[in-house]
């Protein structure tokens, strides 16, 4: 349960209390905004290995600026409030001197989701890729950050730092 | 020791750099079981078996 401020289009202002600690503002019985609104920031600070050449891969994220309600754990932001989100992420390689293309992308309950933009060159000072975008959550849905990318030919790695590889992500509303 | 897109690159030989990232997803979800094919949705080429990625 939660305490509900209701702008009902019948009644006018509607007012439920209990003791949850939670509290809605809704329109006409829908709730817009919400007291619980989860918020996260990671990054990769311990160097990931196994990423394969063409490989979509999950990221690794093992440091959190923070994490609001404690809803981000093993790289994944389970928010268990539905919503919109927006959300945004980083994905860098070290220094490359090599054809090498990297891309990164959100993904939304196992499936890419949102791409960021690709980073494809003959060579690059620390190439990165990087987007934003906002998507809807339902109370169960997860996010994760994944990278595909090839450097050379081969296989990649990751850069690791709270400015290379990130992810983040904040309540908009309902 | 192969990855798994080169592995898929011997046994479908006409498949380019191209082909995964657009109609063949190859993924790893970091839980330790290692890369898997999520998604085969190439035109012609078909999905190989896992004989053929031995």
């Not at chain 1, 196994?50 to 093993?74: C, H, P, R, Y």
Request: aromatic letters at 10%.
């Amino acid at each position: 349960m939660t305490v509900k401020i209701n702008a009902d289009t019948s009644d006018g202002l509607k007012f439920v209390s209990d003791t949850s600690g939670i509290v809605e503002i809704q329109n006409n019985g829908t709730t817009i905004i919400t007291s619980q609104q989860p918020a996260f920031s990671a990054y990769q600070s311990s160097a990931q290995s196994g990423i394969s050449s063409q490989t979509w891969t999950k990221v690794t994220l093992t440091t959190e600026n923070f994490d609001t309600d404690s809803k981000f754990a093993s790289s994944r932001f389970t928010p268990t409030v539905a919503g919109y989100y927006q959300l945004s992420g980083a994905v860098q390689t070290p220094s490359v001197t090599a054809a090498h293309f990297i891309c990164g992308a959100i993904y939304k309950n196992g499936t890419s989701a949102f791409q960021f933009t690709l980073s494809n060159a003959a060579s690059a000072f620390y190439p990165i890729s990087t987007g934003s975008t906002v998507l809807y959550l339902d109370s169960n849905d997860y996010v994760e950050l994944y990278v595909f990318g090839n450097v050379g030919g081969g296989d990649i790695t990751l850069q690791t730092g709270v400015a290379a590889t990130n992810f983040e992500g904040a309540y908009l509303r309902s | 020791m192969a990855t798994l897109v080169e592995k898929i690159k011997s046994a479908r030989p006409n498949l380019t750099d191209i082909d995964f990232a657009t109609t063949i997803i190859v993924q790893n979800d970091s839980d330790g079981k290692g890369d898997y094919i999520k998604e085969w949705k190439h035109p012609s080429e078909t999905r190989p078996t896992a004989e053929e990625l031995e």
